[in-house]
């Protein structure tokens, strides 16, 4: 009779340990709002939930890219309008200075605000994001012009790129940024040697050739004021085409999130009002199980002093 109410002594405290622990891993999930709470929960779950952390912590990498790329992207294309309204300007003056009822005197005087444009335009080719010079390609660090001559050190004319996606890589600089400012010095050059003259003397017709427009071989080769224009124009777009792109992943990430993000609650999150019915249910089950083990120990007692 002792071995029976002593087998089910034990049996009643070692369900009403499970018991115990039942509610005290429920408790535990409502507090942290997850039903993970340890590899032996679900050791599927955990994978899954391991694999979409590690793939949300990529896209926020990829995020972050992205930031740095819209900034090179949005700072490129500002800087290359800045450009093309300097030449715009120089275009201005040029095509007034052709006209033969101004003297040299007065071109010398159109060349003084010419060669400020330039100092301008060079100023563009060096603009910076924070230490950044986004104009020398991966030679980040230094300016593409120093005391005012274009630099020509090896990486300028390379691409520097930045992953936006799993094994996508985007050049986020303009990588002819160096053939695009050595011809607008070369157009710089040639304004000057014209409104500068011979022998004191200038020409409205060879200031006038300076201004290009009609397809020949030098607005082809962007030697002309609107060759270097169309040169510029032509990275503009350039830009606009990659800050598009950049959107387009933007969007894409976004939407991955999402998707990523949902299937990660799935596996881990606690449906709340499903853990606390069933803490309740357990509790009502340790209690009723509390109640019939008290009639077994007093029992016991009672026939171990017997």
Do not use: C, W
């Not at 294309?77 to 030449?87: I, K, N």
């Not at 002819?176 to 500068?196: N, P, R, S, W, Y």
């Not at 830009?239 to 596996?267: E, F, H, P, W, Y």
């Amino acid at each position: 009779m002792r071995t029976t109410q002593s087998m089910l002594s034990n049996t009643m405290l070692r369900n009403l340990n499970t018991s115990y622990n039942k509610m005290g891993n429920l408790q535990q999930q409502i507090s942290t709002g997850s039903k993970l709470l340890r590899p032996s929960d679900d050791p599927v779950g955990v994978t899954k939930a391991m694999s979409y952390r590690t793939q949300l912590n990529q896209n926020a990498q990829y995020d972050k890219n992205l930031d740095t790329a819209t900034k090179f992207l949005d700072t490129t294309d500002s800087a290359l309008q800045s450009v093309s309204s300097a030449m715009a300007r120089v275009q201005e003056l040029i095509t007034q200075a052709a006209n033969d009822t101004n003297q040299t005197i007065d071109r010398e005087k159109m060349l003084t605000e010419i060669k400020q444009i330039q100092a301008e335009v060079h100023d563009l080719g060096n603009t910076k994001i924070g230490d950044t010079y986004i104009f020398s390609g991966t030679r980040t660090s230094e300016p593409l012009y120093k005391d005012g001559v274009m630099q020509s050190l090896p990486g300028m004319d390379q691409s520097a790129t930045l992953e936006i996606y799993n094994g996508i890589e985007l050049d986020v600089n303009t990588t002819g940024a160096q053939t695009l400012f050595k011809k607008l010095d070369t157009v710089f050059a040639k304004i000057e040697t014209a409104l500068t003259g011979t022998n004191g003397t200038t020409s409205g017709a060879d200031i006038g050739a300076l201004l290009g427009g009609t397809n020949s071989a030098e607005d082809k080769a962007n030697e002309t004021i609107q060759g270097s224009i169309d040169l510029v124009l032509k990275e503009v777009a350039n830009v606009g085409a990659k800050q598009n792109r950049v959107d387009m992943m933007d969007t894409r990430l976004a939407m991955q999130k999402i998707t990523l993000t949902k299937q990660q609650s799935n596996v881990e999150d606690v449906e709340y009002e499903q853990a606390i019915t069933n803490l309740i249910t357990q509790e009502s089950i340790h209690n009723a199980a509390l109640s019939v083990g008290g009639r077994i120990i007093q029992q016991t007692l009672v026939d171990f002093i017997r």
